[in-house]
């Protein structure tokens, strides 16, 4: 599949997921936006970008939770590039603790990153991307099959679903389709830093265990002119996991 000539903004673009989804879309020739919220791990993730042959990608720095950062992105890829043709809303972040131990500050931090982030994004696309945009999603498992001390996190991202199906909705009299992906365990920093897995509470055998590179391949798809009659769609990237939880 081909991106040329097409612009691509990956919120969490830095690291993990989000660098691999931007590699994939650079090597197909998109130019690529890396928004991250710390400005020097943006610009290190375009010179690896840049290394790995992509020929055209910029950094922008963003709160996702922050509206007035989130338009700021996206009018910096448009006043680049004059277009914005896919938008992929990654970024999250993941706490590890018992419901009653949470505190306003915790949820609201979450929801903000994970769900409010993509939220903000959305509504740029919507606003501002020509017809046949695309928008997706990464949602998680846990959003339908969830296990103990993540609660504000399987919220967000339960929430991040519906927020899909209802963009599919308002963006198809524009013609911009929105889909999610929902990956389970994917060999970054998120997985191991789960106390529940690190403890051996949780056992993930090793076959279940995938790679950023086999979520960005979903994304791509979903985002590329071969889905075109996809919309409002919930794509497991899971190895089959959740399927014998």
């Known amino acids: 599949m081909s991106f040329d000539g097409k612009v691509v ?12 989804t931007c590699r994939r879309f650079g090597a197909a020739g998109a130019r690529v936006v890396v928004a991250d919220h710390k400005a020097e791990r943006g610009a290190r993730a375009v010179e690896e970008l ?3 042959g992509v020929r055209e990608a910029m950094a922008a720095t963003c709160d996702v939770g922050v509206e ?12 680049r590039w004059s ?5 992929v809303n990654n970024a999250g972040i993941m706490i590890f603790k018992p419901i009653e131990a949470h505190t306003e500050a915790d949820i609201l931090n ?3 990153v994970d769900f409010l982030g993509a939220f903000w994004f959305t509504k740029q696309a919507l606003l501002k991307c020509r017809r046949g945009a695309a928008i997706v999603n990464v949602s998680s498992i846990h959003a339908i099959e969830t296990t103990p001390l993540v609660a504000a996190y399987a919220a967000a991202k339960a929430a991040l679903l519906s927020l899909t199906r209802t963009t599919a909705l308002e963006g198809k009299p524009k013609g911009i389709r929105a889909n999610a992906v929902l990956p389970g365990a994917i ?3 998120m997985l191991r830093d789960n106390p529940n897995v690190a403890s051996g509470a949780e056992v993930i055998d090793a076959a279940d265990v995938g790679r950023p590179e086999d979520v960005a391949a979903a994304i791509a798809y979903l985002a590329s002119d071969d ?16 399927g014998r939880l």
């Open 9 to 20: 903004i990956v919120t969490g673009g830095a690291t993990g997921i989000g660098l691999a």
């Open 50 to 52: 840049r290394a790995a």
């Open 68 to 79: 007035a950062d989130v338009e700021r992105a996206v009018d910096a890829a448009i006043s």
């Open 83 to 87: 277009r914005l043709d896919v938008v």
């Open 110 to 112: 979450v929801l903000r």
């Open 187 to 189: 060999e970054t920093p």
């Open 227 to 242: 889905a075109a009659f996809v919309t409002g769609a919930e794509l497991l990237v899971d190895g089959g996991r959740l």
